[in-house]
């Protein structure tokens, strides 16, 4: 029998279980046979997705739903068997609200994070005033750039709507999702679509108008298939993805509490009393003295090791590290001092969320919506609130509410520097002033992420162009993670099964030569 290819997998959040996940599936399906290891720090699987009961409510500590605009996660739900524990958003309140003034003004229909798509829903809304609107329908005339150089976001949304736009409308939108300063945030790694429309029409709002109507047209002419909203979730949670991965790859092992400090190369020698592994380190190499590697590339038994903080070493074919880039650098520092540089300068912001339980008798605000974003203007001390058991059902017993605050990123540091006492005093009162809470939660719950959120800040795709173009360096070794080409869930799921499919075809490759090698050695 041929001897299975082995690869380790540094980190159990969802893109080192994709990528595990999809390795398996192109080994049974194509026939070579792999050893898979996912080693993960943790005591539990699924990173930062933390789905958990408690009294009844369905609670979630990271991502609460994932969007269907990118189908990576929903296809792989249906590979796993699950896609019929997928669940859409409440039809009924599917809006959210702007903190202003005081007030939760509902976001208008059509808004797309920074332009309306609805002219009327546009000039009929309250959450911009007359001289915002006239601005931001100047944007039809502005001339596109004419330089191809990334830009931060804020500096587009200014550009092309105005500077109200930026502070009210576009800042919470996106700090929303990316936790981060938009004036450092990079336009091309975080919001091509619109660079893309500007490129192409000359105008966002034109581009977005356009490709409504077409999109109208295309639908009333199609309307088969199941409809889902834009966010979706799994009846029992996101952690539903990860169980589901879990139980559909026996072939894989999943080692926890195993915290991976180091990777290197080493040169594996086969001799007539049997296998040998040389690690470089052992060898004599330090970081200074790594071989060049065009010896290393040369060594057709040239292979990988893992060491953990207990001492433990694996050996790998490949190894594929799904971790953060700051916790990526330090692992690969001695045999790649400069990646493990540039893994290093991308910056990390820490976010919390606080789950809270309520009766629903104790809220007074009619809460018909998926909950609210908050302005970094407006000097509040929160940066977003979900109506979680609005948006989705079966997060909250009958007659209860389950809210869930986002607090931290870049302009919240001190409120996640906050103890667990102090932040959810700052929570709740918060809470009272948007939404009139005077009563205690049942509960509360929650969860700190620190160091998760990376900022993608400008020429964020250069750095990773320049990643990747140093990682052929380093035959057998991938990197895959939120850091590099997108932080949301379907993102890391479709980059982490792109990282599956390179490890496959280098070890397919690997074997291929290693069988010809052997019929060299035969035939002499
Ligand atoms: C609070 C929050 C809310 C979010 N909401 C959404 C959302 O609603 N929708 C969405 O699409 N995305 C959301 N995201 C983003 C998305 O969830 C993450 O980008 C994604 O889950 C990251 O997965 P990952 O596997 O790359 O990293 P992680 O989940 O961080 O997993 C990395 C794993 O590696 C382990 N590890 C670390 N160091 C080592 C080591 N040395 N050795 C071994 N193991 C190690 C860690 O313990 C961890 O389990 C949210 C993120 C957060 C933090």
Same mark, same amino acid.
């Given at each position: ?41 943790? +005591? ?20 609460? +739903?994932?969007? +269907? ?24 309140? @599917?809006?959210?609200?702007? !903190? ?168 594996? +020698? ?14 004599? !190499? ?10 290393? *590339? ?56 606080? *789950? ?47 809210? @869930? ?10 409120? !996640? ?36 959120? #990376? ?19 380093? #035959? ?13 869930? #379907? ?34």
């Amino acid at each position: 029998m041929k001897e299975k290819k082995k690869i380790v997998i540094v980190g159990g959040g969802i893109s080192g279980m994709a990528t595990a996940y999809r390795l398996s599936e192109l080994s049974r399906a194509q026939g070579i046979p792999v050893e898979i290891t996912v080693v993960e720090a943790g +005591s539990r699987l699924g990173g930062v997705i933390e789905s958990k009961r408690q009294d009844g409510f369905l609670l979630e500590g990271g991502p609460d +739903s994932f969007i +269907s605009e990118k189908p990576a996660a929903q296809e792989l739900a249906k590979r796993l068997g699950i896609a019929n524990e997928i669940i859409g958003t409440n039809d009924k309140f @599917r809006r959210s609200f702007i !903190y202003k003034k005081g007030n939760l003004i509902p976001v208008p229909e059509g808004f797309y994070l920074i332009a309306p798509s609805q002219i009327r829903a546009f000039l009929q809304t309250h959450l911009l005033d007359w001289r915002t609107k006239f601005r931001m329908g100047c944007e039809v005339f502005i001339p596109k750039r004419s330089t191809n150089e990334d830009e931060s976001v804020a500096n587009f949304v200014r550009r092309r709507f105005g500077k109200a736009t930026l502070e009210e409308v576009a800042q919470p939108m996106i700090g929303g999702i990316y936790t981060a300063d938009p004036e450092y945030l990079s336009l091309e790694a975080t919001m091509p679509q619109f660079l893309e429309l500007e490129r192409t029409y000359g105008s966002v709002i034109k581009g977005l108008l356009l490709r409504r109507n077409a999109k109208r047209k295309n639908s009333t002419q199609s309307a088969s298939g199941p409809r889902y909203s834009l966010f979706l979730s799994f009846k029992e949670g996101m952690k539903e993805l990860v169980d589901s991965v879990v139980k559909n790859s026996p072939d894989v092992r999943f080692k926890l509490n195993a915290t991976a400090v180091c990777v290197t190369r080493m040169s594996r +020698s086969t001799n007539p009393f049997g296998f040998f592994s040389f690690p470089l380190k052992a060898c004599g !190499y330090d970081k200074k003295t790594i071989p060049p590697t065009s010896l290393l *590339n040369s060594s057709r038994n040239q292979c990988w090791q893992v060491d953990f903080e207990n001492g433990a070493t694996l050996e790998a074919d490949a190894v594929c590290i799904a971790l953060s880039a700051c916790q990526a650098a330090p692992l690969v520092i001695s045999v790649a001092p400069h990646l493990a540089k540039q893994l290093a300068a991308i910056p990390y912001e820490s976010v919390a969320t606080v *789950n809270l339980a309520y009766k629903r008798s104790d809220i007074p605000h009619k809460l018909d919506g998926f909950g609210f974003v908050v302005p970094a203007i407006t000097k509040r001390k929160i940066v977003a609130c979900s109506f979680s058991s609005v948006k989705f059902d079966g997060r909250a017993p009958g007659g209860m509410v389950l809210l @869930r605050v986002f607090v931290g990123g870049a302009f919240h540091r001190e409120i !996640y520097a906050l103890d667990d006492n102090e932040m959810t005093r700052t929570v709740t009162d918060e809470l009272r002033h948007y939404l009139g809470i005077e009563k205690l939660p049942l509960f509360t719950s929650i969860s700190r992420y620190p160091r998760t959120m #990376p900022q993608y800040q400008v020429g964020h795709l250069d750095m990773i162009r320049s990643i990747q173009a140093q990682l052929s360096d380093f #035959p057998g070794l991938y990197l895959t993670g939120n850091a590099y080409r997108g932080i949301g869930v #379907p993102d890391c799921i479709k980059w982490a099964e792109s990282a599956a499919e390179a490890m496959y075809t280098f070890l397919k490759e690997k074997r291929k030569s290693a069988d010809l090698n052997s019929v060299k050695g035969s035939s002499k």
